[in-house]
């Protein structure tokens, strides 16, 4: 059986490399440190997290894409993109079937044994590592250079950049820091700690975290939630359809809170938040017109 696995794969990668026009390539660096080579003008990219589609598609690139995750779901246009299995678990076939000429991936999903599998198939794979807003702008500039589209990165970051010195200079007028809870699990309560996007932009927004600590998604029950007081308390969830209502009447009820006293329990779009994108800024903004409404009354 092995031996007949290891003949398979030699087929395989004898197409993948018949099938490969010879381009000229270039050594870079990538998030992780490792030198890659990749080609100076990829042609055939695949997207190994919705992510990366969404970076792709900022940069005026997604002619360049030929395959994506399964629920790489924004822009709408990617609907008619090839997909290559969820990113947690890429089907390897599939993307060696769309014969890539490069490959992006993220470190925190797409698993290592892939990446290794696919560069020893000779499909280069560049890995990006973002942990905050910085790390998502770098990474916008790294793709947009792997993709010839620098001028669109830097244009792109810049606007980025305003925007959130838009939201600092409106915050820092604020006279308090309400407390925030943010949920992002409904059963059981899971909340974001301190090495995580939604810390940074709660207190990008002005607010302070009430899950801030080591843990990056600390658990809580009921009683420890309403101990905590929050002032302000933020749902999300992957979860659809009433799921997210119904835990909003649920908080609604207990009014000894001031976040369900004075109705400021609120549900967001989970992907702008999740997700290390442009629209990150678009989560720092929402935030921060949630927290500090006082602050963006005669905003645009």
Not at 85 to 111: M, R, T
Not at 212 to 235: H, K, M, N, W
């Amino acid at each position: 059986m092995r031996c007949r696995q290891t003949i398979i794969w030699v087929i395989i990668l004898a197409a993948v490399l018949a099938a490969a026009p010879a381009q000229a390539r270039r050594s870079v660096q990538d998030q992780l440190g490792r030198t890659v080579s990749v080609p100076e003008h990829p042609q055939r990219v695949i997207a190994l997290a919705p992510s990366i589609t969404e970076i792709i598609f900022a940069l005026d690139r997604q002619s360049c894409l030929a395959g994506i995750t399964r629920y790489s779901d924004y822009p709408p246009e990617t609907a008619g993109i090839p997909r290559v299995g969820v990113y947690v678990q890429p089907d390897l076939e599939k993307i060696l079937a769309l014969n890539p000429d490069l490959c992006i991936a993220i470190k925190d999903g797409n698993p290592e044994q892939v990446a290794r599998r696919l560069e020893g198939l000779n499909v280069p794979v560049y890995a990006v590592d973002p942990r905050n807003l910085d790390g998502v702008m770098q990474t916008i500039g790294e793709i947009g250079d792997l993709l010839n589209a620098r001028k669109q990165a830097e244009a792109l970051v810049g606007r980025m950049r305003s925007r959130i010195d838009f939201v600092r200079a409106r915050v820092s007028e604020a006279a308090t820091r309400p407390r925030v809870f943010f949920q992002i699990g409904i059963s059981p309560i899971v909340s974001a700690g301190t090495d995580t996007f939604a810390n940074e932009i709660i207190e990008l927004a002005g607010g302070q975290n009430l899950a801030e600590g080591e843990t990056a998604y600390p658990r809580f029950s009921r009683e420890q939630l309403l101990s905590l007081f929050p002032d302000v308390i933020v749902i999300t969830s992957m979860d659809r359809g009433g799921v997210f209502e119904a835990a909003r009447a649920e908080w609604e009820k207990w009014t000894q809170i001031p976040a369900a006293r004075n109705h400021r329990i609120h549900l967001v779009d989970s992907n702008i938040f999740d997700r290390p994108t442009p629209r990150l800024v678009e989560a720092l903004e929402l935030m921060a017109r949630l927290i500090h409404p006082e602050q963006f009354e005669a905003a645009p």
